[in-house]
């Protein structure tokens, strides 16, 4: 059987959440009349503190749709290098006018003082965050290191958006609600598919406005959708049941980590691995990431090359003790060093 480590947004539904899709009160949503998606909303609004909250297609949509109703034409955006707005949604060509520029978070849990202020120079600036951090391996950033970009941002009449796809993840490692991460953002992205196993589906929150304005570029973007209680039914059952069980993902992550980590030709930064998500780097005297990649697959074990030599595990609902077991003694045979024999 397959191990799929690719990514967390692959997991199945519970049978509970097939009975919710089936039994879905629907409506037109283009027209605000879905229950089944209103009810949602609003539950996602009050679990995050905010004041209204729009369902997506996705979260890259959730991330495009904040920054159209937030950012000015001719803002200075400020995205993480490697956070997934700078690397994934492809955001840059909705705003011709507006200047784009990086930072670097540590580890993706600390922002230099000297990029906060940075970007307090330019005009309306937005800074993204993200939280947790996918390519530095869901690394969970701090509270006070959102409070201390959200109070300087704000106080130059900027604004801050937060991507917490994982931002769940984020709660349940650190034990801080997620409404207290997200009150240091204006507006929020949630995913409901990667480990709340929701089939498909996203949350962008915010002020009662704003979210008015996203509702409006969401219509104009052709994602309106009809009767779309069908997918918000299970995403109510996600957000009222999976939060808890994240932490289960987060211990098998652990031991993967620690497991591997004792395999020779792997190295993993144990301290960061904070969430469910583990990244290995390989150094073997004959093969690179790219084939141990392929011999995986070979193996039936599909994972992520996140970099030349760095490869990226995502513990989910799906994955099992025994599949660590297993991934554990595939790779030491991969990487067994045949001249040593």
């Given amino acids: 059987m397959t191990i799929d480590y690719r990514t967390d947004s692959g997991t199945q539904p519970t049978e509970e959440m097939r009975l919710a899709m089936y039994r879905a009160s629907v409506g037109d949503d283009y027209y605000g ?14 679990v995050l503190g905010k004041e209204a909250a729009l369902l997506t297609t996705t979260a890259t949509l959730g991330n495009q749709l904040a920054l159209l109703a937030t950012a000015w034409p001719e803002s200075d955006i400020w995205v993480e290098k490697q956070s997934h707005i700078a690397s994934h949604d492809y955001t840059a060509f909705l705003f011709p006018n507006a200047s784009f520029h990086h930072y670097l978070a540590e580890k993706g849990v600390r922002i230099r003082e000297d990029d906060i202020e940075a970007s307090c120079r330019g005009t309306h600036p937005v800074f993204c965050l993200e939280n947790t951090h996918n390519r530095h391996g869901g690394t ?7 409070k201390k ?11 801050v958006h937060l991507d917490g796809s994982r931002l769940f993840n984020a709660s349940v490692a650190s034990g801080v609600a997620a409404k207290a991460f997200a009150r240091y953002a204006d507006t929020a992205v949630i995913c409901l598919c990667k480990g709340l196993c929701a089939p498909v589906g996203a949350i962008l929150a915010g002020p009662a406005p704003v979210i008015c304005q996203a509702r409006e570029w969401r219509k104009k973007m052709g994602s309106a ?28 992550a652990s031991r993967l980590a620690h497991r591997l980590a004792g395999l020779p030709y792997l190295s993993v930064d144990l301290p960061f691995v904070q969430t469910n998500i ?47 077991s297993r991934t554990e003694k595939t790779l030491q045979d991969i990487l067994k060093d045949k001249a040593a024999e």
Avoid: C, W
Avoid at 228 to 250: F, K, N, S, T, W
């Fill in 140 to 146: 969970v950033l701090p509270a006070t290191e959102m």
């Fill in 33 to 46: 009349e879905d229950p089944s998606v209103n009810r949602l909303e609003k539950k996602a609004a009050d």
């Fill in 278 to 324: 583990v990244l290995v780097r390989v150094h073997h005297p004959e093969k690179s990431a790219t084939q141990v990649v392929r011999e995986l697959k070979q193996a039936g074990i599909l994972v992520l090359q996140l970099a030349r030599d760095t490869i990226r595990f995502v513990i989910d609902r799906q994955i099992h003790p025994e599949d660590i």
């Fill in 225 to 252: 959708m009809p009767q779309a209680g069908i997918i918000a039914a299970p995403a109510y059952v996600a957000l009222q049941q999976m939060i808890p069980r994240l932490a289960e993902d987060h211990r098998l």
């Fill in 149 to 159: 970009v959200y109070d300087r941002v704000k106080a130059v009449g900027g604004s």
